[in-house]
């Protein structure tokens, strides 16, 4: 700081000094009280003294920073002594090593501790108006009885269940009961096939599975419990089935389910009945006290930072899918700390992630990062048309939704039905508005911030993978009135270093310049590895920049050094030398009122009824790909496709190329 000094008198230039010395401590101690109201840590952090020296911090004191936030944010059975020990290029990577600690006890005992009664989730089934509420005490028990029946039927640590369920609190509480006893979770989302739930447990060498009698999704029933019986005749390694009842309809049970005791079986029918059918006003706690069998007490396992917390398969749209896997520690700070500071969550706040829980988003925004803030998360089973496409904004007034989080697929879905669904219903509970999946065009962000928000919610477009754990850039967290480009995700998030590459793989060091998106140092909550196949893990996301890690997408950053995802490298299209996005293609043509939804090629110029699409909603550009090459062989695994007919119509509709 400059200080005035000689002058005319030395009482006056005292005076001063001594005046602009407290001015500058007060206000120097203003902002360090607001940095450390926003994160209590910063208080010990040197020098930083506001938001942005704070990101600042992050980055270069990485390890100090995710120390504190450790230290502060998780229960530790027992403390780390090594923060991390990574090694980008050899895809070698350990966060808070030597620690100990329970995610299922991060997730609901602390909470039970301090605020028992408070609701975990909210459970939107499909039939809307019959949301039911579960507190953190009864997760705790649910998840407690599932954790002793899984174990009392031989699930141990180290073993991988399969859960093939619809988006449902029991769903929840087995992945909390498998995270309880040291089990790892393979969620596999419920609308795959019997083919590519296989493949899933087979690669995962799971012995156990979990599902459902019959799905409703959309007021559609569909036959898990039939499909799991397909699939698990090709996985001789599965020993036992655990089936919940979601709907009154009985299931037919095959021998390796009659094989299991009686007494057992009957008590995990018991369970399932009562948790499943579950309506508004259903007392059912008092149901259970009365008639389930299992101990409420299940004594958490302790498990290794870096043990294995789940398995999930990356959805297929790139080829055969790829068993990422998430450890312990790592994963759940970096979901709770990015759900805390992204979406600006405070204690009290309902946060309404649509994801379904098969999804990478499900994991980390309805499950983890929630419940490892004690927050209240809602579980949305349905779709965003049933029983009209009112459906989401009428949940957000009934259960006073105060952030919302979504797909731009839905949104653009909903900006064709037009804007009166969306006013007849009250939106003023909502504080953030966030999308995730796919680059969001202008015309839907734009969509959603002015009709939606009303104009005064800021709208998150979030950037992040199956592969980084959690949201990696976006607008937020950062001050409260700084600006948002519509259709951005602009800002790294705490620790994460995005750099961009040139096709010769140098790093790009302007602003203004389009490249690889890679990240330069490791972070808590990015994948350790695929599941048996380590070597695939370092080809695919070390190799190709070694020191840092590529994540496959293209990104733009722009004068003021915010970045803007382009989309998958493989779809980027060189026009008279310009580098163009597939998003940037399809945002123009998605202003025409005539275009639903559009998916681009370099050689593709067809105008289609639908698009292939995988259940969860994205647009398959690898089998367009593979039709305009005329490579029909090449078109790979087909059992995630919604809908096969869309490709049908498509080859059809390309006769002379194929
Ligand atoms: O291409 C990026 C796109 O989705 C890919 C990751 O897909 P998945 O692992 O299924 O996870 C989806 C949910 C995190 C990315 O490589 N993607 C994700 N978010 C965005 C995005 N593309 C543009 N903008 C986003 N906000």
């Known amino acids: ?148 029946l899984l174990r009392r039927h031989g699930v141990k640590r180290g073993d991988c269940v399969t859960i093939y369920m619809p988006t449902c609190p029991l769903a929840v509480a087995s992945m909390l009961a498998c995270a309880r006893i040291g089990a790892a979770h393979n969620v596999v989302f419920a609308g795959f096939s019997a083919e590519a739930l296989a493949e899933r447990i087979r690669d995962a060498q799971s012995g156990t599975v979990i599902t459902v009698n019959q799905g409703v999704r959309g007021g559609k029933v569909t036959e898990l419990k039939k499909t799991v019986d397909t699939a698990v005749q090709s996985c001789p390694a599965v020993q036992q089935v655990f089936v919940a009842m979601r709907t009154e309809n009985p299931v037919a049970m095959t021998a390796r389910d009659v094989a299991m005791e009686e007494v057992k079986y009957q008590t995990n029918w018991i369970l399932i009945k009562i948790l499943m059918s579950t309506a508004g006003d259903y007392k059912w706690h008092a149901v259970v006290q009365e008639m389930l069998k299992e101990d409420v007490v299940c004594e958490p396992a302790a498990m290794d930072s870096e043990d294995v917390l789940f398995l999930l398969y990356t959805s297929g749209s790139t080829g055969k899918p790829k068993g990422l896997v998430h450890t312990q520690a790592g994963y759940l700070l970096y979901a709770a700390l990015t759900h805390r500071y992204v979406f600006s969550y405070h204690d009290g706040d309902v946060f309404g992630c649509v994801a379904d829980i098969g999804w990478i988003t499900g994991h980390s925004y309805s499950v983890y990062g929630p419940l490892a803030n004690g927050g209240t998360t809602v579980l949305f089973e349905s779709t965003p048309i049933y029983p009209d496409p009112g459906r989401y904004w009428e949940m957000v007034q009934r259960l006073k939704i105060n952030q919302f989080y979504g797909a731009p697929t839905a949104i653009r879905l909903l900006l064709k039905y037009g804007d009166e669904w969306v006013h007849k219903y009250d939106r003023s509970t909502l504080k953030t508005l966030g999308s995730v999946g796919e680059p969001i065009n202008t015309e839907a962000w734009e969509w959603y911030h002015r009709v939606v928000g009303d104009g005064r919610c800021p709208v998150v477009d979030t950037w992040w993978q199956t592969e980084t754990g959690g949201i990696c850039i976006s607008p937020r967290p950062s001050d409260a009135d700084a600006e948002i480009v519509p259709g951005m995700a602009m800002r790294p998030f705490f620790s994460i270093k995005p750099t961009l590459m040139d096709t010769e793989g140098k790093v790009l060091t302007s602003n203004d310049v389009s490249g690889a998106l890679c990240i330069a140092q490791p972070w808590p909550g990015m994948a350790r590895t695929i599941h048996n196949n380590h070597q695939r893990f370092i080809e695919t996301y070390c190799r190709p920049h070694p020191g840092y890690f590529f994540t496959g997408d293209g990104a733009y950053r722009s004068k003021e050094g915010y970045y803007q995802i382009t989309g998958r490298l493989d779809d980027v299209i060189n026009v008279s030398g310009h580098r163009i996005g597939t998003a940037e293609i399809e945002d123009v043509l998605n202003q025409c009122a005539a275009v639903a939804e559009s998916a681009s090629h370099r050689v593709f110029s067809q105008f289609v009824q639908r698009l292939p699409k995988t259940r969860s909603g994205k647009i398959m550009r690898r089998v367009l790909r593979k039709v305009v090459e005329r490579d029909l062989d090449g078109v790979g695994d087909l059992s995630t496709l919604d809908d096969p007919t869309a490709v049908q119509e498509i080859i059809q509709g390309h006769g002379d190329l194929c």
């Open 1 to 148: 700081m400059w200080l005035p000094c000689g002058g005319t008198s030395n009482y006056i230039v005292t005076h001063f000094r001594r005046r602009l010395f407290k001015a500058y401590f007060r206000d120097l101690g203003r902002r360090r009280c607001n940095v450390a109201a926003f994160m209590p840590e910063a208080a010990g952090f040197d020098g930083v003294s506001d938001r942005s020296a704070l990101q600042e911090f992050s980055v270069s004191n990485s390890e100090s920073f995710w120390a504190a936030v450790a230290r502060q944010r998780l229960s530790w059975i027992r403390p780390f002594h090594t923060v991390q020990d990574c090694d980008l290029s050899r895809g070698e990577i350990k966060w808070f090593v030597g620690g100990q600690l329970n995610v299922s006890v991060n997730c609901l005992d602390r909470h039970v501790h301090t605020c028992p009664e408070r609701v975990a989730l909210i459970w939107e089934r499909d039939e809307s108006g019959s949301e039911v509420k579960v507190t953190y005490r009864e997760l705790l028990e649910m998840t407690c009885r599932l954790g002793n």
